[in-house]
């Protein structure tokens, strides 16, 4: 079953919080989720750590680069989903990660700095499917965004879609509740302390994790 991959080397592009949004939501459907956290400075540990870890969902910390191969294949399994979240920088275990994975998505904040990086990123999966010569399907993931579109962000947006790079919709905007997740822990259905506009902040995550499902499922076809 799908192994799903959060890569980018800009440090704090939003990786730890796309994999936790993507992990709770995904369990809440009822889809059984290990969550890997890849990252010494252990944010999803962190997060695991408070409160309480929602239903279907494990979370295993210190993966390191010669166990994280076999993590992964130890929890691929059938009906499972697989999420791994990685340190932000380009170094081996990261290679490794992505050639593990159905699904690599590149969180970005829509700026010129992390468009930039994030196209190393998009590099380092070309360089993999290369190495390992199959296609590995990936997809950005616009994160921290506003309400009302950028320039900037428009033309990052138009030159990704030219160059045939897929752009999960929606974006994960940014959104009070989604950073406390990190201070809470759990999903953002039992955020006991309101943040913001919650049912926005919901609706935002559970249709962006819809999105990512689909992926995941053609992936497989
Ligand atoms: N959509 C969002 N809305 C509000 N805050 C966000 C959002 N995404 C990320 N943040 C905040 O931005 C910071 C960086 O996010 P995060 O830790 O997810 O990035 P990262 O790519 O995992 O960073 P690192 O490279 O250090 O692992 C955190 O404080 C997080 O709470
Ligand atoms: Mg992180």
């Not at 309400?147 to 045939?164: P, V, Y």
Request: net charge negative; aromatic share 4%.
């Amino acid at each position: 079953m799908p192994v799903v991959v959060i890569a980018s080397s800009k440090g704090g592009a939003g990786k730890s919080t796309t994999a936790v949004l993507l992990g709770t939501e995904l369990a809440r459907k009822g889809v059984p989720v290990t969550m890997l956290d890849c990252d010494p400075n252990h944010s999803l540990s962190i997060w695991a750590g408070k409160g309480t870890l929602p239903e279907n969902i494990q979370a295993l910390s210190d993966v390191t680069e010669s166990s994280i191969v076999k993590t992964i294949k130890q929890h691929d399994v059938d009906g499972a989903v697989v999420i791994v979240d990685l340190e932000g920088v380009a170094s081996r275990m990261v290679s490794r990660a992505i050639s593990q994975a159905d699904l690599v998505l590149i969180p970005m904040r829509a700026t010129i700095l992390d468009a930039t990086i994030g196209a190393q990123s998009l590099q380092l999966i070309a360089e993999e499917e290369e190495a390992i010569n199959r296609r590995i399907a990936h997809a950005v993931v616009f994160t921290m965004t506003r309400a009302i579109r950028s320039k900037q962000q428009n033309g990052i947006e138009n030159s990704l879609r030219e160059g045939g790079i897929d752009i999960v919709e929606p974006p994960l905007m940014e959104r009070a509740a989604f950073s406390a997740l990190f201070e809470f822990g759990g999903d953002l259905h039992s955020m006991e302390t309101k943040q913001g506009n919650m049912s926005s902040a919901i609706e935002n995550a559970e249709a962006f994790a819809m999105a990512v499902y689909k992926r995941l499922t053609e992936a497989l076809k």
